[in-house]
């Protein structure tokens, strides 16, 4: 890192730097690795030594968040004080603020704050900063904050049956404590890596009643237990471990072997014919994935150390340690359609926005969601080729789903076809797609897209602009109700 990621110039830094060299990884990166493997050891020692049986849910909060703190500041230094001032500001907002504003001004504060940080990285420090930097956890903060505020609005501020049932079983009947509010947000679980969490969820956790929950939830008798089980983390721990190694192995090799910085070398721009380059991208995309498998996996892993993310029970009766699960890897390498694909990608970043944009807006859901996305990401111009793009093959997708689909339905073989035929244009889709995201700036996000010939971006308008618009289902995506306006979603 250049000299302006002083942050991570720390005592804990310092000690890490002969490692960094030796792997030849930034030194921010073995920093967010050593942290996340010690927040993996506090979590078995917290989930043993300070069970809910045996300790008040005060000193639980209290410990969770004290280790959070300590872990920013190793990982990240002063700049750990914007994530200190973003969560006084906010509860600030949440103790002063009407019930029927809480949401916007907390939404606005969080989104806000977090773009002027954004934006000042773009001045202060160069393209290319690694995702590790402050702005990670801030990005996580800014979702549990506006997540909180929207699940107090509806829990104190409307109706009953203005709410939909997910709505109504999430929203929260009473404003947090200061040491709720810190540690939901702090807590050394979530605090560098995420993932983003429901807070009746993770005070359900703090106190004991986390597994017992979700386990009557699914009507455990139904599911052949004679008393109330006592699930176990260890070994949904073990296995995300096992992914996590995995991918770190994958990360050391592939992604140094395929580095996004050759998508505008000369060999590719200019000597490499269109097939070729199709299939190069396709492999630097899928180089680029590890780092993120790794890193959500792991976060996973810590929150199921601690006794948090327990799900229920599966349709064969096992225990399901997968409620905060950010990425499903078979369904993403194996999607059939970009809707699927997202879905099952950064789940729980998706969750949100479905919660506090898609679900809300009375207009252009969509859209405003694919923006709120790119904000929350960053003000990096790359971002938001991603998701104008994005936007476009969408609703193209979408078309040709409703006016072609039903034809391949009608037998196991055609069936069959249409499977590979979308599993080969999604994944090349998405790679198209998510090119400019990891590349960030517009000139090598232009000299790739003028190499491929716009290709996507032509056939997706051509598809909008000339196939057909069939009626939309009565059903819903998400069904739901909002503010007593019946609206139909796409």
Known sequence: MQDGSGAYRTTGSTCLHPLSELLGIPLDQVNFVACQLSALCAAFWFRLYLSPGETSPAVRHAFATIFGIYFVIFCFGWYSVHLFVLVLMCYGIMVTASISNIHRYSFFVAMGYLTICHISRIYIFHYGILTTDFSGPLMIVTQKITTLAFQVHDGLGRRAEDLSSEQHRLAVKAKPSFLEYVSYLLNFMSVIAGPCNNFKDY??????????????????????????????????VMHKL?????SLLLFLTLTKTFPVTSLVDDWFVHEANFLTRLCYLYIVMQASKPKYYFAWTLADAVNNAAGFGFSGVDKNGNFSWDLLSNLNIWKIETATSFKMYVENWNIQTATWLKRVCYERVPWYPTVLTFILSALWHGVYPGYYFTFLTGILITLAARTVRKNYRHYFLSSKALKAVYDIVTWAVTQLAVSYTVAPFVMLAVEPTISLYKSMYFYLHIISLLIILFLPIKPQAHNQRWPQTLNSVNKKMD
Do not use: D, Q, Y
Not at 207 to 219: A, I
Not at 229 to 236: D, F, K, N
Not at 242 to 246: G, I, S
């Open 203 to 236: 005070i359900a956790f703090i106190e004991g009643r986390h597994t017992h929950m979700k386990l009557l939830e699914v009507n455990w008798k139904e599911k052949g237990f004679h008393s109330l089980p006592e699930p176990s983390p260890t070994g949904a």
């Open 242 to 246: 096992c992914v996590t190694l995995v």
